[in-house]
């Protein structure tokens, strides 16, 4: 009796997807994979981008989804973009990446480190296929990296922040204590010790990129240990939000968040991933795409500090004005000696221009950073 | 007026009706949904009937997802059978999954392939060590093993976050919480090259007549279900109910820290702050849509593995929103648990009489 | 050294102001679900029902500019998450868990699903404190205790409104009788039935509030997923206060100071193993759990009898 049931349910889950199936003509809704010869009609390249959160995060994914509206706007009816929100950074990320590829995408971004390895695994088997990693260290013939050189905007907040503080305490809400964070809470607190030597920066770490009710306790936190000014390395305005409640100043990162939060605002860190992703797909498209590692800052576009309020000094204005067109110019680095360590020793000397490795392996506070840091025993 | 009473006995053509009838509800449900949002419904059922299961590659997929389901599922259908309601199978998957993370990295550049096999022996006696806990809090302090078993699922993330945070942590991985990736010997085999399908279903399937043959052909299983069925009638008749709940919570916890296992040696391949998927909580919906029967897990797992890929397939190819997944797997089980309700009850025309 | 003192002072009260703040939120959804706890029925569909009404919340508030409107709007979706949920398990007698999780899965997806469109919206800035005039100037205790948002002193208010009505008033104690032995009821001659509903849906608004709580007024933004397992604590939070209104204030604030108290370390540079210490608030319900079960007469006197059972009117 009990067989006789499931295998009317079996025949009955069959009949209604058989069922669709008639009713639909069995047409593929995209166009079959293209071939590279040049033919006389070129069909548009298919690009593929993969999300770690959602498109409405206002924060690190709202910024890729801006910079892939962008280049499409800008290239037209050359490239069809697609793209999958939310895909975790697990065993299901491989399988979203095969199915763009048998979906025809030619050029896949993924835009998150946790897609590391999915995507090292799909891009053996899928040589024809260009992959684009953000913040990741391992690369391939067809893979290769991408980052965005935050710690500049970081570097340019925290000018603001330490003309802005009356305090001389500034509070940072930590997301997870990889380098590049690392990297960005000492760039902020190195530009606000070039305005004000006084001041020095607390950190707290949420664990987690994105936990808006967490990360607005660690603001609170902060604020109640007397912080007058905050900045944050997570993806939500949650930290922006607290510090306005409070009556307290703060930035935005990754998306301009001056409208979550008028009054409290100072500026906000962007990341604009446009001029990359436009750069990528043009390669894809004239054939020069070749893997390597890019790291692109203010210089390139890739990173500006805006939406300065009008309560931020003149002088701090005009300063990070300065350090915007040396950055671009190349004659302006932020990280050249002598820089001190927490312990007050030197980790650069006089004059010492730190090259890429150095800060892409950063794992230590700079002085003027109170607290231990999380992890390094 | 009209009233609900009780059938005199269950009713054999709403058993058989009823998922049928909650599966075409959700699928109606989620048609009109389509359309309402635009989309092409047909197109859209499609993607998440059809397109799952058309080709070697998306079996092998559907079989990835639905080992654990399955595996869990059927762990939390004996379980439930006793009337023992074990919510914290996500915990014992965690568990397993940390043993046997534990036990791959172990390996050096020496160790032969039985380690595979001392894994996943380490993450199903994690998992009956983690459910043990409910069972002993049940059996001597009287403890609500609900409330027990999921309060163990927040200490078992912890335990996995202050591990990959702390101790575990690759120190090669640029600080980021993330294990050592385990060395390819560790890694559960697969079934075909070229495809992710490994032995775990295998395993799940020889779970699945192993757990048949004792619900329904063995003693012991006939005890236990007469047990949660009946428990006045299961101890006069002198079946130990400690032994139903001891053999049901161990059972269960060994095949959710299994299934955690397997999820860590195979498609994972490392510990990450991301090993709780919700299998603990979505093996609780399959334990009921297959019926807690273990051929209808079958079914049921494969169901719910079809709605996961196919939400991220809509979401690739339609544009659809991720979270349609959640709405059609609460919507599944809503509409089965208000069609069940038909199995035992019915409606009558009835004059009112007294009180209610 | 009195500078120290005085500052080390200043901290802890602003500490406590913190938990109390984190406290409501799981103050207001422990109290709902213990409502309908009090009458038989576990609904494990606190997350979702939150998260609906944390998003119709924000989306009122955000059109209509009213903080208090929105609120209302959270106890309303909550109500009619919680009403399909109470009809099914008590009119249709299914199963209290499965439906409860169905409720939670549906309330996740649905929420993010209709919530997309508001991630871009803006809350006007506000500032929500509210001084208790008095009392708020004291020093220590008026940081700690009374300069807070007024649905902080509604919880509380609420706290000692339900412990009146579950031990002083009839209706509180037809609705304890029912949970305890909703046959017994029944044979006297109350509508069970309706009057468990009743309490699934009051307990469903109260969830709502709680979730409307979270992004009106906590965060004062939406996104998906935003209440972030604070349905489940509360689930947690009900048991471990064995039940009584006033144990779940309490408990709410402890638990909401556990949180606090792992940053407040942090900043203060004490290098917090923070995944052990989040841990604390479960290991102790367990140990509440247990040494409430190990007597029977404890447990009867504590839990209700007809928890999670399904009661047919027939029998």
Known sequence: MRLAFWSSFALASSLASTGCEKSQPPAPEHKPAETKSAEAKIEPLKVAFAYVGPVGDGGWTFAHDNARKAMEKELGGKVVTTFVESVPEAADAERVFHDMIGQGNKLIFGTT??????????????????????????????????????????????????????????????????????????????????????????????????????????????????????????????????????????????????????????????????????????????????????????????????????????????????????????????????????????????????????????????KGVDGPLPGAK | MLCLEARPAPSRLMSLVSPILALSITVLAGAALFVALGRDPGQALRLFFVEPVKDAYALSELSVKATPLLLIGLGLAVCFRANVWNIGAEGQFILGAVAAGGVAMSAGPETGRWIVASALVAGAASGMAWAAIVALLRDRANTNEIFVSLMLVYVAEMLLGHLVYGPWKDPAGYNFPQTVTF????????????????????????????????????????????????????????FSSRKALWLSLLASGGMSGLAGALEATGPLGQLTPHVPAGYGFAGIIVAFVGRLHPFGVVFSSMLMSMFYIGGELAQSRLGMPKSLTGVFQGLLLFALLACDTWIVQRVRWRRSQGAR | MAAIAGSALMESALLIAASLHAGTILALAALGLLVNERAGVVNLGAEGMMLVAALAGFAVTVRSGNPWLGLA????????????????????????????????????????????????????????????????????????????????????????????????????????AIGESPEAAHALGYPVRRIRLSAVVAGGALCGVSGAYISVVYTQLWVEGMVAGKGWIALALTTFATWRPGRVLLGAYLFGGVTMLQFYLQRRGVDVPSHLLTILPYLATILVLVSISRNATWIRTHMPASLGKPFWPGS
């Open chain 1, 113 to 366: 480190f946790g897609y590391m390895e999915p995507m090292l695994k799909v891009a053996v088997d899928a040589k024809d296929v260009k992959f684009e990693h953000a913040t990741g260290y391992k690369t391939a013939e067809n893979l290769r990296t991408y980052d965005s050189r935050t710690y500049e905007g970081a570097y340019m907040a925290g000018i603001i922040a330490g003309s802005v503080t009356k305090r001389n305490v500034l509070g940072v809400v930590g997301s997870v204590p990889i380098p590049e964070v690392i990297r960005n809470i000492d760039s902020f607190t190195l530009g606000a010790q070039s305005m004000n030597p006084k001041v020095t920066t607390k950190v707290v770490w949420v664990n987690k990129w994105f936990d808006p009710p967490n990360e607005t306790a660690a603001a609170k936190s902060l604020i109640d240990g007397g912080a007058d000014v905050l900045f944050q390395n997570t993806d939500s305005s949650a930290v922006l939000k607290a510090a306005a409640a409070a009556g307290k100043n703060a930035f935005g990162w990754d998306s301009d968040m001056s409208s979550y939060a008028p009054q409290a605002h100072l500026a906000s860190a962007i990341v604009n991933w446009a001029p990359y992703y436009i750069k990528a797909t043009k390669d894809a498209l004239a054939g020069t795409w070749k893997t390597e590692r890019t790291w692109w800052g203010v210089k390139e576009g890739a990173i500006d500090l805006v939406s300065i309020s009008d309560k931020v000094p003149a002088e701090a204005r005009a300063k990070v004005d300065t350090v915007k067109a040396g950055l671009k110019d190349g004659s302006f680095v932020i990280w050249k000696g002598p820089i001190a360590g927490q312990d007050g020793k030197e980790v650069l000397k006089k004059d010492a221009i730190a090259d890429d490795k150095f800060l892409g392996g950063i794992n230590f506070y700079v």
């Open chain 2, 183 to 238: 060395a390819e010997v560790t890694r559960v085999p697969r079934l075909f090259t070229g495809y992710r399908a490994h032995i775990g279903i295998v395993v799940a399937l020889a779970g699945v007549v192993v757990a048949y043959f004792f619900l329904f052909r063995s003693y012991a299983g006939f005890q236990l279900q007469v047990g949660g069925l009946a428990p006045a009638a299961a101890s006069y008749a002198g």
């Open chain 3, 73 to 176: 709007a959270g106890a309303a979706a909550g109500a009619l998450m919680a009403a399909p949920f109470g009809l099914l398990v008590i009119w249709l007698n299914a199963n209290q868990y499965a439906a409860g999780l169905a409720l939670s899965l549906f309330g996740a997806g649905f929420s993010a699903f209709a919530g997309a469109p508001f991630t871009q919206e803006r809350m006007p800035e506000r500032v929500d404190s509210f001084a208790v005039p008095v009392v708020g100037q004291w020093p220590f205790v008026g940081p700690a205790f009374f300069r807070q948002h007024p649905m902080v002193y509604v919880a509380a208010a609420l706290a000692i409104l339900l412990a009146w009505f579950f031990t002083r008033s009839r209706a509180g104690l037809v609705v304890r």
